[in-house]
């Protein structure tokens, strides 16, 4: 049985580490900089540290250090969250996945509205899949409209719309099967 809370804990990892990420490329970049920056005045700074009696300190041995340190943090985190993306599309497109919906739906404007469980808000898994598929969230998909608190379906007769809500998701699962397939870099 797959867990939608799961899944949203890992989505939210996921956002995580894509900030880290971003931090750790801002900082690679500062020492990139710097590394091209030194040779061109490493020569005048020795030279001067030499005629005023200064020892000189070459930073050139210390800034590779810390390149390749900040390097192999971003391939590992990068490998991280792709493995995350690849467990969350396996998970989503799992035929032991459980959308916990309550049994009750709401019916408003001849529409049958289904509210998660509890209450519970899927903010940062919708986030993740609405980049997967390509789309904006709300993630409408025909009739359907699919949130991170309610699934609203065009649809006032609630078999028909139980009906079109398994569609969807078979549609939806199938888009990711499709991803799935496919080798991605989602870092």
Do not use: C, W
């Not at 540290?49 to 000189?56: S, T």
């Not at 969350?88 to 408003?108: G, H, M, N, W, Y």
């Amino acid at each position: 049985m797959v867990d939608f809370h799961y899944l949203e804990e890992l989505a939210g990892k996921i956002k995580s580490d894509r900030q880290h990420l971003l931090k750790i490329d801002d900082e690679l970049s500062k020492v990139n900089a710097k590394l091209h920056e030194l040779p061109l005045t490493s020569a005048t700074e020795s030279t001067f540290a030499k005629m005023i009696g200064m020892e000189y300190h070459d930073e050139y041995a210390e800034l590779e250090k810390s390149r390749d340190e900040l390097v192999t943090q971003k391939n590992l985190l990068a490998d991280k969250i792709n493995s995350d993306m690849d467990n969350i599309i396996a998970e989503l497109t799992s035929p032991e996945l459980i959308v916990p919906l309550d049994a009750v739906p709401k019916f408003a404007d001849g529409k049958t509205v289904y509210s998660y469980r509890g209450g519970a808000k899927f903010t940062n898994l919708f986030d993740i899949l609405s980049e997967l598929l390509g789309l904006s969230t709300p993630i409408v998909v025909k009739d359907v409209m699919l949130t991170p608190s309610e699934i609203v379906i065009s649809e006032k007769v609630e078999l028909e719309a139980k009906k079109k809500f398994i569609s969807i998701m078979n549609e939806v699962q199938k888009t990711l099967s499709i991803k799935k397939r496919k080798s991605t870099d989602y870092s």
